[in-house]
C-alpha cells in the first residue's frame, strides 16, 4: 500500500484541503450543469466518483495535485485549485474551478495563489501553465490578475484551448500561506 500525505494550506479566508468523500454531492451537482463542459463535463454519478478518486490518486502518484476548498467561514465547499498533469499534456497545470456561488469574491484569485506558491515552494513546479478554454472569459482573467501571459494554442481534454504562462515565482521571499500537517 502506498501512503501519501496532502498538505492542508491555509490562506485569509480559505482552507486547502484533500479532496473528501462529503465533497462528492457538491461535485456532482457542478458536474450535471452546462457550467462543466470547460472542465472536463458534464459528468454522471460515476463520473463524479472517478473524478474523486483520480483526484487522490494524483496525489499519490505524482506528489502533488489538487486540493479541495473550504470557506473558514461556515466551511462551504467552494471548488478546487491546484497542479495537475495528464500523460500527453505539455506540462504540468495550475488549474481551478469554482463553484458557481462562490464566483466574484476574490477567492479563485486567492485559492489559485495559494496553490501556485506551494506548486513553486515545494512542489519544484515554477513557471507553470494554464489550460484555458476559449470561451472561459473568468478563468482568462484570472490567469491575467494572476500575472500570466498567452503563450500558444493547444489542446486539452480533446479540445481546442489558450495555453497561458505564469510567471516563475521569487522562491526565496516568504510563504503565501500557511501549512498544517493532517487531511
Known amino acids: 500500500m502506498t501512503t501519501f ?3 492542508t494550506l491555509e490562506t485569509e479566508r480559505l482552507i486547502l484541503r484533500a479532496p473528501h468523500l462529503d465533497d462528492l454531492p457538491a461535485m456532482t451537482a457542478f458536474y450535471a450543469t452546462e457550467r ?3 472542465v472536463g463535463g458534464p459528468r454522471d454519478a460515476a463520473g463524479c466518483w472517478n473524478g474523486l478518486a483520480n483526484r487522490l490518486g494524483h496525489w499519490a502518484l505524482r506528489g502533488y495535485g489538487l486540493w479541495h476548498l473550504t470557506e473558514k467561514s461556515g466551511g462551504s465547499f467552494v471548488g478546487w485549485t491546484g497542479m495537475i498533469y495528464v500523460p500527453g499534456w505539455d506540462e504540468p497545470e495550475l488549474g481551478w474551478t469554482l463553484m458557481e456561488q462562490a464566483e466574484g469574491k476574490g477567492l479563485g484569485f486567492e485559492a489559485a495563489q495559494a496553490a501556485r506558491d506551494h506548486a513553486a515552494r515545494h512542489q519544484g513546479l515554477n513557471g507553470v501553465i494554464s489550460y484555458i478554454a476559449h470561451a472561459n472569459d473568468r478563468s482568462r482573467a484570472l490567469a491575467e490578475r ?3 501571459t498567452y503563450e500558444r494554442e493547444g489542446e486539452v481534454l480533446g479540445k ?3 495555453i497561458w504562462r ?3 515565482l521569487d522562491t526565496s521571499t516568504t510563504d503565501l500561506t500557511t501549512e498544517r500537517t493532517g487531511q
Open 5 to 7: 500525505a496532502i498538505p
Open 36 to 38: 462543466s463542459h470547460m
Open 146 to 148: 494572476l500575472g500570466a
Open 160 to 162: 481546442s484551448a489558450q
Open 166 to 168: 505564469h510567471p516563475k
